[in-house]
């Protein structure tokens, strides 16, 4: 018989992409797809792959009969839910950042490293955070050959990784400041908000209209954001390299969905442009777009919605040897969430 699918949180912003993507592959290996949530969302209906299905609540027996589990819910529901799962027989593919670091769980990207799906001790496989995998197919091809050893990145994300909360306030912000002058004097764009009734209370720090907010996260250690720590645990996790030199500054952009990196990465071995090229040209999942002289780069509004991860501006560092300088841009909903959730569950099912 076919393996049973369980989508935990379905009715989510990542679950809700995690169901497009299950409606949207020519063919699954999955027979029944069961849909969970929390008591609010359960009774709704959804449509899978054509057929109706009924949202059915989160306990203990929900999971009876599943043999893949992709949770997509908060850090504190998984930490409770996903070992629930796992006691029932289900393989856990979580998103959150639960037990992301957990050294007894797999933190698996297909592209650099899935034979690590079956290295799963306590039966659950972690997805990397979004900002992490939205570089992580391109830089694991590059690691491959040249060996990473010093990654210095920026970030510029979308307010989508806050959730559809971060969505609705970028909307909202954009209607508050549409068509009026404001941008060139300290405060007027907080000024314009608070005029238009937005209540101060944000997911953002400050206003992300007609701005940036070099800022994702909480407050860590010495003045990090607990993004950027991300980015350095997982980008080492991921790539096998725990002594990788890692230092990134996380910024949110406004944009609504695709988060974008630049990269400064060194390599141990020597690596031009044009080698660079062809590692990415090998890779299935990355998409060249790189021809500044006909003004070709990826930017998210071109790239939203789709798979794969879409690099340009690569460079050799003109003052740092063997190090290559790019932009990348992924989907932070699709690859950088639910694609790689359930790339890793496909892998889990038929491997
Ligand atoms: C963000 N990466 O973009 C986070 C969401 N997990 O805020």
Redesign the pocket.
Known sequence: TRPTIAVVGATGAVGTVMIDILNSRETVPWGEIRLIASARSAGKRMTVRGTELTVVELTPEAFDGVDVACFDVPDEVSAEWAPVAAARGAVVVDNS?AFRLDPEVPLVVPEVNAEQVHRRPKGIIANP????LSMMAALGALHHEFGLTELVVA?Y??A????QA?VDRLHAEVAAVAGKDVGSRAGDVAEALAAAGLPAESPFPAPLALNVVPW??SLKEDGWAS?EL?VRNESRKILGIPGLKVSAT?V?VPVVTT?SLAVHATFGRQVTVAAAREVFARQESVVLRDDPERGVFPTPAEVVGGDPTYVGRIRQALDFPNTLDFFVCGD?LRK??ALNTYEIAEKVATS
């Open positions: 950042g955070n979004c900002t992490t970030s994300q979308a989508s990784g806050a959730g971060g994702a996260g993004e991300k996380c949110r988060h932070n950088g969430a």
